[in-house]
C-alpha cells in the first residue's frame, strides 16, 4: 500500500472515531481490548432495565458486587455506582474448553456471567434491589468501605460476604489488591484507571463504565479459587468469622475522617 493512501486511511479512522465518541458516550478507542462490548445494554438507569435484573439476583445463591462513591468530589460521599456480577441462567454447559488462550478464557466466562452497573442517582426505586440483594452471598474486593456506603445509600445491611482481600490475607499473599489477584489467578493485567474520578459525572464515558465492571467482572471466579485454597488449607471457619465480624463493623454507624475515607477508597483497593 502507497504512503499517501496509507496516511488518507489513518486519518478517515480518526476522524470516525473522533465522530464515534462525540455522538455516544459508548463508543470510545481504546488502547487495551474491550471485555465488555455492549456497555450501554449493561447500565441499568430505568425501573424497567432495574425490574429485569432482579430476577437474575434472586435465581443466584452467590453475586459479586462493587460500589463507587464520589468521595473526592463531594464533602458528603454518596453512591454513584452500583456494579453486579450475577452468574449466567443456570444449565449453561462450560463454553471454550478447547480453546486456548486469554481471549478464549475471557469469553468462556463472560458466558457463565453477567456484569451490570446500576445507577443510582437516577429517578429508582432501590427497594426491590435491597430485598433481591438481603438473601445472597455478596463477594466484595475489600467489603468494609462497600458495605458502609450500600448502608448508606441503599439501607441494606448484608447477612453473607466473601471478602476476596481477607481471603487473600488468610491464605498469605502479599500483593492483594484487585489488580494483583487477577494477574495472579487469571494472567491479566486490569488497566489502571484515575483515582480522581468524578463517578457522579452523567453521562457516564464508556471508558470510566468499563473501568467499573472490571472491579466487578473478576470476583466471582476469584472467590471460587480462594475458596478452594482456603478450604485445602483448613482456613474456611477463620475466613468466615472475620466475613461476619466485618458485617457488624459496618453496620455500626460512625463518622470516619478524610484519611480514612482515602485508604478506604476503591482505588487505593485496586491499585
Not at 479512522?13 to 456497555?39: C, E, G, M, N, W
Not at 463531594?74 to 481471549?103: M, N
Not at 451490570?116 to 475489600?142: C, K, T
Request: aromatic share 6%; with cysteine; net charge positive.
Amino acid at each position: 500500500m502507497a504512503s499517501a493512501e496509507r496516511s488518507r486511511n489513518a486519518k478517515m479512522t480518526k476522524q470516525l472515531l473522533r465522530r464515534a465518541y462525540h455522538h455516544s458516550d459508548f463508543v470510545i478507542p481504546s488502547t487495551f481490548d474491550i471485555r465488555h462490548p455492549s456497555l450501554a445494554g449493561r447500565l441499568i438507569a430505568t425501573r424497567g432495565q432495574l425490574a429485569e435484573l432482579i430476577p437474575q439476583i434472586e435465581a443466584a445463591d452467590r453475586i459479586a458486587l462493587d460500589t463507587e462513591a464520589d468521595s473526592l468530589h463531594s464533602y458528603r460521599e454518596k453512591l454513584c455506582l452500583i456494579q453486579i456480577s450475577v452468574p449466567a441462567v443456570t444449565g449453561i454447559v462450560e463454553a471454550g474448553r478447547k480453546q486456548h488462550g486469554l481471549g478464549m478464557e475471557r469469553d468462556r466466562r463472560s458466558r457463565l456471567q453477567r456484569d451490570f452497573i446500576v445507577d443510582p442517582l437516577r429517578d429508582l426505586d432501590l427497594e426491590p434491589l435491597r430485598r433481591a440483594l438481603e438473601a445472597r452471598e455478596i463477594v466484595l474486593h475489600g467489603a468494609d468501605y462497600d458495605l458502609r456506603m450500600l448502608r448508606r445509600g441503599l439501607n441494606f445491611i448484608a447477612r453473607k460476604i466473601f471478602d476476596t482481600v481477607v481471603a487473600a490475607r488468610l491464605l498469605g499473599i502479599r500483593e492483594f489488591s484487585l489488580r494483583a489477584l487477577v494477574k495472579r489467578y487469571f494472567g491479566t493485567e486490569l488497566p489502571k484507571g484515575s483515582q480522581k474520578a468524578n463517578w457522579a459525572k452523567r453521562p457516564l464515558p464508556a471508558r470510566m463504565a468499563e473501568y467499573a465492571l472490571n472491579d466487578v467482572h473478576y470476583l466471582l471466579p476469584l472467590a471460587k479459587r480462594l475458596e478452594t485454597e482456603l478450604d485445602r488449607h483448613q482456613r474456611l471457619d477463620w475466613f468466615r468469622q472475620s466475613c461476619q465480624r466485618a458485617i457488624e463493623q459496618a453496620a455500626t454507624a460512625r463518622t470516619r475522617s478524610q484519611d480514612e475515607l482515602t485508604l478506604a477508597h476503591p482505588r487505593c483497593r485496586r491499585a
